[in-house]
């Protein structure tokens, strides 16, 4: 039994799929995964399916019908996870814009160093982005620069999807009382934990733009974030953050 869960939510990630389950599975330190599957039209399920006669009780998927959001996939994985006693639960994309080979160092970062948050982070020192257009750069960098205006968070990239929890986190935060279903969700995981003060640790990684299949960025993603961020804000103030 391992004491840490991947979770990678998919949908259209057939190009992909084998590849990271893969290379997760060949890290010297022993990570489970769990597959979030929205379902793919591709086929992407069914290529997880055939690897779970390979990979028995270390490789699972949770299928689930329709797009329903980013936020919505973690939240169904961080239940799962809960409940299956893991202790570091991890969120990562399918597309190795996020390097499986981090996964140790944030591990590392919560185990050895105090965290109960590590973030895989893209601005902690500098800018470490390769293959973005510089519009989508720049909206990602300002993006997280308002939400520490705004929100008063610490944190160099707030917007970051590749991130380690310890459970004790996940069980502080009312999963179900979550607002965002897309990449605000990001921003929202953070400040709640930042308010009920577990240590978070930035651990710079460079972030690699896919390869193959497509991006599911949007700009109403990013609206969502905007506008979500000064409502979060405000309704922190009448909320008990004691644990």
Not at 161 to 180: H, M, P, Q
Not at 211 to 222: D, E, P, R, W
Request: aromatic fraction near 16%.
């Amino acid at each position: 039994m391992s004491d840490s869960l991947v979770i990678i939510p998919t949908f259209n990630e057939k190009e992909n799929i084998e590849n990271i389950i893969r290379k997760v599975f060949s890290l010297e330190k022993n990570f489970h995964i769990l597959i979030i599957d929205d379902g793919s039209p591709d086929g992407t399920a069914d290529i997880v399916k055939k690897l779970i006669a390979e990979y028995k009780e270390t490789l699972f998927i949770e299928e689930r019908t329709g797009k329903l959001g980013l936020g919505t996939a973690y939240i169904h994985g961080f239940k799962w996870a809960l409940n299956k006693k893991y202790e570091y639960i991890f969120e990562m994309d399918a597309d190795f814009s996020h390097n499986p080979d981090d996964l140790i160092r944030l591990y590392s970062a919560n185990k050895n160093e105090g965290g109960y948050i590590a973030i895989g982070s893209r601005y902690v020192k500098g800018v470490n982005i390769v293959n973005w257009p510089m519009s989508r750069l720049l909206m990602s960098f300002f993006a997280s620069k308002y939400v520490k205006f705004i929100t008063g968070m610490p944190i160099h990239d707030s917007t970051a999807g590749f991130k380690c929890y310890r459970r004790a986190v996940l069980e502080t935060i009312n999963l179900d009382d979550i607002s965002f279903v897309g990449y605000a969700f990001q921003i929202e995981m953070k400040f709640k934990a930042w308010k009920y003060d577990y240590k978070i640790i930035e651990v710079p990684v460079i972030f690699t733009d896919r390869t193959l299949g497509s991006s599911k960025m949007s700009g109403g993603i990013f609206f969502e974030a905007f506008f979500g961020v000064i409502q979060m804000k405000l309704k922190s103030f009448f909320k008990n953050w004691s644990r």
